[in-house]
């Protein structure tokens, strides 16, 4: 691709610091720009044959064709072979004189792993390979579900939301690719946060009386922040202008004029961001993450192509369970306070511990505590 100019077009993303964030931009004008520079055949999904394609490589490096057929033979895949093709290779084996640096690194991890105990992949590095490698170049059955040549894709990471003040893990929560025809309100339904299926209220006196609702169902108000402007979720009656607080406070003070919008009017296109910049998301409340756009790029041939498994989840952060603080074996399902029968205040119980403790044959409550729905982390995994 050819380089584009960044002062002929202010939608044209540059650093605004070194390998850090770049400058404000229009996400539709980028693509733009993109689709005038670029001819079609660069974002086709279209194969092209193998003589077109050596015509345009001979005349991008400016040779011949015959020089490039001498140079297609010489860097070929047969010309590296060091065994007959009827003598198949161990790939495992590393020749004890190897002097490239690749095959000496490779030597040393080997020997290295010949001293653990186990040399295996931990499930969470098997879980997340999979989820990056499981859409690659994935097409839909049905034609019209395709994702059309020349759509922007947009990689988000979702951070974990600071919940106290030592709080120190920048680590994504999850990463998910967008398309930029998507709504805000597409990446809002995506996000998962464990403060939406939190269930408040003291259930002790009626352990088995399942609650109506769980938070999102009940606040289902949220916003993002992006370059200035705060983007409502007012899908519902019961919504709320979260953002009304902070618009208010900034006009008694010496601050810019923040501008509104509602999330399901907006297109991805329709933002003005900066690539690598932190942004927010807040929802129940008081719960925020911090949103960074990793990556805006065209769609190719390579990539996801089905357009209804968008938003695409390619990273996920597994974490540890916790386990019921009787058994050890189950994930906790209730929090006790007060409770004289836990060895520790606050104390985790799964379902069968805590319903043996806690009450008799009858189902009658044993001492005064206080009881709440518990829901661990490890639910996302």
């Known amino acids: 691709m050819k380089k584009m100019a960044a002062s002929s077009n202010s939608n044209i993303p540059v650093f605004e610091y070194k390998d850090i964030n770049t400058k404000a931009f229009h996400v539709g004008s980028f693509r733009t720009a993109w689709l005038e520079k670029l001819k079609p055949d660069d974002y086709?999904?279209?194969?092209?044959?193998?003589?077109?394609?050596?015509?345009?490589?001979?005349?991008?490096?400016?040779?011949?064709?015959?020089?490039l057929e001498e140079l297609k033979s010489i860097c070929s895949i047969d010309s590296l072979r060091c065994h007959s093709e009827d003598e198949p290779p161990d790939t495992k084996l590393v020749p004890p004189d190897a002097t490239l640096q690749t095959l000496i690194q490779r030597k040393r991890k080997q020997e290295y792993k010949g001293t653990l105990r186990i040399d295996k992949i931990s499930r969470i590095?098997?879980?997340?390979?999979?989820?990056e490698s499981l859409a690659i170049g994935k097409k839909p059955a049905d034609p019209d579900d395709l994702v059309p040549e020349g759509e922007l894709i947009l990689s988000i990471n979702i951070l974990y939301p600071a919940l106290f003040d030592s709080f120190k893990s920048v680590r994504p929560h999850m990463t998910l690719q967008m398309l930029g025809s998507h709504k805000l309100v597409d990446l809002r339904d995506a996000i998962c946060c464990i403060s939406d299926l939190q269930v408040f209220g003291e259930f002790s006196n009626t352990p088995d009386i399942a609650p109506d609702f769980i938070s999102k169902d009940h606040f289902k108000s949220a916003f993002f922040y992006f370059e200035g402007v705060f983007y409502n979720d007012m899908r519902y009656p019961e919504c709320r202008d979260l953002s009304e607080t902070t618009v208010e406070w900034a006009k008694t003070r010496d601050f810019p004029q923040f501008q509104?919008?509602?999330?399901?009017?907006?297109?991805?296109?329709?933002l003005k961001v900066k690539v690598g910049y932190p942004y927010l998301f807040c929802h129940q409340g008081d719960c925020e993450h911090v949103v960074i756009i990793t990556d805006i790029r065209l769609a190719h041939k390579d990539d996801c192509l089905d357009w209804k498994l968008y938003p695409l989840l390619t990273h996920k952060h597994r974490v540890l369970t916790r386990k019921c603080a009787v058994c050890h074996v189950y994930i906790g399902r209730w929090l006790t306070t007060n409770d004289p029968f836990a060895p520790v205040d606050p104390c985790l119980f799964c379902g069968r511990c805590f319903q043996m403790l806690h009450y008799d044959t009858n189902g009658n409550k044993l001492g005064q505590f206080l009881a709440y729905p518990y829901v661990d982390p490890g639910a996302f995994n």
């Open 260 to 270: 509104k919008a509602k999330m399901e009017d907006t297109y991805f296109y329709d």
């Open 44 to 67: 086709s999904y279209e194969d092209k044959d193998e003589e077109t394609q050596d015509a345009e490589i001979a005349n991008e490096i400016g040779v011949t064709r015959e020089t």
């Open 125 to 131: 590095d098997h879980y997340q390979n999979e989820l």
